[in-house]
């Protein structure tokens, strides 16, 4: 790969970047200010209510009389905030991230401006692959940097509710408190999550070049259709694929698989040594995922996912219909 | 990217002869015939015109010349395969498909901005001079354009890529004629030169007529005439007769027949002008009256 095509990639990301940011950064954004205007208005509200109702009650008395083990707990809270943030993010992340897929390839046939890119010395292959990459890494990455900033302002502000009560937040909040390693384990996970995502990625990507139009109802009617034809052949006692294998496995990795952590299984708590330890990581910890990089559907999954978006690539080049 | 790293190895110069070579150029959809067995030359520093009926196959021409579909038959575009060396043709030829192809999100700068990035041979001054003589914002988007503007900031974009070939397809379609005219004044005055050359589409052929140094009729997938705009005075006439001379024109087989106030108006291929003057007034006939008469019986 030469610098020149590099660069070139570079700003095909960037154009991904300019065309879905309402998506990749101000849904997270605004997701985010949600939780935190909630934060400030049941702040507001207890406040109010204890003046009201003539309360001798201090914040203060209240954790001067924290037991040791109190006192660990609420190392629990900012770890709480975090997991908060995160989750919502990561509903978003989703959502955003499907129907980005969805269009990446089929917006621009629809409306004809696909022949503009195609105007230019662009190809397939990049264009392509620059969608894969702001599907699994730039998106992800933003989600994370919002997460980040929102839970420092959460902390800034129960930091200075703490502080008109006299009370030093240092101790409480930000000391001993979450292991703040979770944000460098969240970046390796962009990774698991990515190789994960790739059947979805794939397959979506690969409806999105393809359809002549409603890329959406492909994507969900043939796993479906298939699903059901399954039930149906083993209803009337024909081989069949086992029903668990084939949402579980086939239909759910096909559709899902960008769900973030949704190669967690239900036993991690089996192969996480620490788990449930007051300021663990929990269940995406190293061994966590160095279990999920093992798993066979973790590989067949990337490797239908790579030839998919083969697939993609092929029909980018040569969907004849403008 | 093994596709960009054949952009490394674009021939600097040109290849001589024709910018265009098409032998047998043929592509079916399904049953109908788009392009059957055309073969046809564009030479370089021309403006030719591809005129044709709706269906003819114009567009698919164009798209095969552009790499944008599959075809049979030999086609090479500045030396090149479309088909299989489409990014490195693409540094060498620009194209407007038609109106209003530009993504809507795209702001003018981002547009600048991203064309500036991936193309070797885009010159971003130039672009800012051509956009500086039109109304458009730097920060306007382009779903907050009209459609002459749209085609104002795609122009300023393509003039500024010091491409050798230019198509345009129907590049001024559903425009008003104050930026028709402006769209192909530009283009002369600012753009084209004796290393350049435009194909381009249209249907308002009496706009381009005087600007064209080449024509080409395709009618169902065939190219019918090829001919550039000095031989086309030579080869066709056309000539008002006088009723009583009718019988004798009709004799030397003229393409076409009209009446206009009274008097009949013969075109003739190919009849000596000597034996044309004696019949009455001999002019140079029209691209389009050409057009309409060479397409007869083709929505029959």
């Known amino acids: 790969m030469s610098a020149n095509s590099l660069t070139t990639f570079g700003w095909l990301v960037k154009r991904e970047y300019w065309e879905s940011r309402g998506g990749f950064f101000w849904a997270q954004f605004w997701a985010a200010a949600a939780i935190l205007i909630l934060i400030v208005l049941g702040i507001v509200v207890g406040e109010v209510f204890r003046v009201r109702a003539g309360l001798d009650w201090s914040l203060n008395s209240t954790i001067d009389h924290f037991s040791p083990s109190d006192t660990a707990n609420m190392g629990g809270v900012p770890g709480f905030g975090v997991a908060l943030f995160a989750g919502i993010a990561g509903v978003v992340l989703t959502f955003v991230v499907f129907f980005y897929l969805l269009g990446a ?4 046939r629809r409306d004809r401006s696909v022949l503009f890119w195609k105007s230019l010395p662009l190809s397939d292959i990049g264009t392509v692959l620059s969608k894969v990459c702001a599907a699994i890494l730039v998106a992800p990455l933003i989600a994370i940097v919002v997460v980040l900033a929102a839970f420092v302002a959460a902390q800034i502000i129960l930091s200075l509710w703490l502080l008109a009560h006299g009370i030093n937040p240092f101790g409480l909040l930000w000391a001993h408190s979450e292991p703040y390693s979770i944000w460098f384990h969240m970046l390796v996970m962009i990774g698991v999550n990515a190789i994960w995502a790739l059947p979805t990625v794939g397959w979506l990507l690969f409806w999105s070049a393809a359809a002549r139009s409603k890329p959406f109802l492909w994507a969900i009617i043939v796993p479906v259709i298939a699903g059901v034809l399954n039930f149906f052949i083993a209803l009337i006692g024909l081989p069949h694929i086992r029903y668990e294998f084939y949402w579980g496995d086939i239909a759910g990795r096909l559709l899902l698989s960008i769900v973030p952590g949704s190669w967690i299984s239900p036993d991690a708590r089996n192969f996480t040594p620490h788990f449930g330890n007051p300021g663990h990581v929990g269940v995406i910890d190293f061994p966590a995922m160095g279990h999920a990089l093992m798993l066979p559907q973790m590989w067949i999954g990337a490797a239908v996912g790579v030839v998919l978006i083969a697939a993609a690539i092929w029909f980018r080049r040569w969907r004849d219909e403008t | 990217m093994s596709a960009t790293s054949a952009l490394d190895e674009v021939p600097a110069a040109a290849p001589q002869g024709a910018v265009i070579r098409a032998a047998g150029l043929t592509k079916r959809y399904g049953k109908t015939l788009a392009l059957d067995h055309a073969s ?99 920060e306007q ?93 030579d080869r066709f006439a056309e000539v008002m007769v006088n009723a009583d001379r009718v019988e004798a024109a009709r004799a030397l087989k ?36 050409l057009f309409v008469a060479t397409m007869k019986g083709t929505y029959a």
């Open chain 2, 141 to 233: 988007k382009v779903r907050q354009m009209s459609k002459g503007m749209i085609v104002q900031l795609h122009l300023a974009i393509v003039m500024a890529i010091d491409a050798r070939l230019l198509v345009l397809d129907e590049p001024t379609l559903g425009l008003d004629i104050l930026y028709r005219k402006q769209f192909y004044q530009s283009l002369l005055e600012d753009y084209f030169d004796e290393n350049k050359t435009i194909l381009v589409t249209t249907h308002q052929v009496e706009e381009i007529e005087h600007i064209l140094t080449d024509l080409m009729f395709i009618r169902d997938g065939k190219v019918v005439l090829a001919t550039d705009m000095d031989a086309l005075g």
């Open chain 1, 105 to 108: 390839l089929y917006d621009d």
């Open chain 2, 40 to 138: 046809f030359e564009v030479q370089p520093g021309r403006i030719v015109g591809l005129i044709g009926p709706n269906g003819a196959g114009k567009t698919t021409a164009l798209k095969a010349i552009l790499g944008l579909t599959d075809f049979e038959g030999e086609l090479s575009v500045l030396g090149l395969d479309p088909r299989r060396q489409r990014p490195a043709l693409m540094q060498q030829v620009c194209f407007i498909a038609d109106v209003a192809t530009l993504p809507r999100w795209i702001t003018v700068n981002e547009a600048i901005d991203f064309v500036a990035g991936v193309h070797p041979r885009f010159d971003r001054g130039k672009c800012q001079r051509f956009l500086s003589r039109t109304k458009l914002q730097p």
């Open chain 2, 254 to 289: 003229p393409l076409d027949e009209r009446q206009v106030f009274g008097k009949s108006i013969f075109l003739f291929d190919g009849v000596p002008r000597a034996q044309l003057e004696d019949l009455g007034e001999v002019r140079r006939p029209s691209v389009a009256d």
